[in-house]
């Protein structure tokens, strides 16, 4: 294993030049890898195992879109495609990847086909570190080991087949038969990960729930919101207001800290900006830091897991999900982000841009009513 300086600390993260895809396949040639769920993280790994060579099968309910998926992507019915439990049943090492709350209701049935030597293999330190809350209790005679990708199962899917891979976390919970090491290494090699760091169950779990909710996803979507609102109360248009807040940030600014950093980013901006965000940044850090501390207190005390459980579980969940998302589609902000991305020139090239115009009036006209109405 590699050790590498991360800004001054040293960790150890396997490589593929020192653990290649041969290797993994050598170690998982007599194992039946099942993939249990068809959602987002289920088709990628699944597909980027079949494509290396590992001997795959899914496991997913019937009478689903899953299901359909999984055929139209080249899983054959009673070959490499079956009910959930009959995969659970043939499979040396079980990939739990239901959404976590399906990995509750289903623990029962996943519990009673782990039998002695076989593996159980997750993407998420939630089921074991929240065991209090998820009762996933595994039999101590199997391995219990986690690859979590840092990013959607499309990316990693779409990442494999373009030669690139992403990184990913993993951690051993239980090493029950001596092999857990080159069982995980192996799957998080063979399911396409660039490079895989050590982590343990509860700091993934941890760090997971806090990144979702800060920067990666909560936090970003509200000093989004709160800067194009003081934008548009102080007259700016929906257009700048999108432009300035969101359009350049994604467009033009990310993918340059992507490859280099910020303080490339910095470099590489008019220095007018440069003093500005060199001004401001250690504000934003300070007023906002109570906020993350109080957010890595509610992960680590169970709150965010058991809300994420019992509202995640309820029958009505995903109606009231899509009323939540349908309150944030339809924001004054992320409808001029619609049209925005509509006036992209790759977008104009489509045949289907030319009726844009009218409904970018539209758009941009009825949200602006709306929002002096509502003001
Ligand atoms: N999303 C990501 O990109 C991502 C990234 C890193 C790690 N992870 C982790 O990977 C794991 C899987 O996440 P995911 O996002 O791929 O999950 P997901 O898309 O929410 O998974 C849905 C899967 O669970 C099945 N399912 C849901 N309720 C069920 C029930 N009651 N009975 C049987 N099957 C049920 C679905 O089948 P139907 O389609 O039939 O409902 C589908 O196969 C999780 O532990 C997650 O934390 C996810």
Known sequence: MAKLNFGGSE????????????????????ETVA??????????????????????????????????????????????LFEIEEALQKGTIICYLLSDAAQIALWPTVKKHLTKGKALYFSHGFGITFNEQTGIIPP????????APKGSGTSLRRMFLQGRGLNSSYAIFQDATGNAFDRVIALGIAVGSGYLFETN??????????????TLMGAIQGIFAAQYQVLRDK??????????????????????????????????????????????WKKFRDATS????????????????????????Q?????????ELAELRESEMWQAGKTVRSLRPENQKAPAAAPVESSTKNVFREQTEKTESVG
């Open 290 to 313: 109570p906020v993350f501390k109080e957010l890595y207190e509610s992960v680590a005390t169970g709150k965010e897991s058991q809300r994420s459980i019992d509202l995640n579980s």
């Open 201 to 214: 169950f509860k700091k993934e779990v941890f760090s997971d729930l806090t990144g979702e909710r800060g």
């Open 140 to 147: 101590a005679d199997v391995d219990v080991f986690l690859v």
């Open 235 to 280: 007259g700016h248009s929906p257009s700048e207001s999108f432009n300035e807040t969101v359009e350049e940030l994604t467009q033009s600014l990310m993918p340059l800290v992507a490859e280099n950093g910020m303080d490339w980013m910095y470099a590489n901006c008019s220095t007018t900006a440069q003093r500005g965000a060199l001004d401001w």
């Open 35 to 80: 993939v249990i769920g068809y959602g987002v993280q289920g088709p990628g790994q699944a597909l980027n195992q079949k494509d290396n060579g590992i001997n795959v099968i899914v496991g997913q309910r019937k009478d689903s879109k899953s299901w359909d998926k999984a055929v139209k992507d080249g899983f054959v019915p009673g070959e490499t």
């Open 11 to 30: 960790e150890s993260v396997v490589t593929r030049e020192e653990f290649p895809l041969s290797k993994a396949q050598e170690i998982l040639k007599n």
């Open 315 to 323: 029958p009505d969940y995903r109606v009231k999900l899509e009323a």
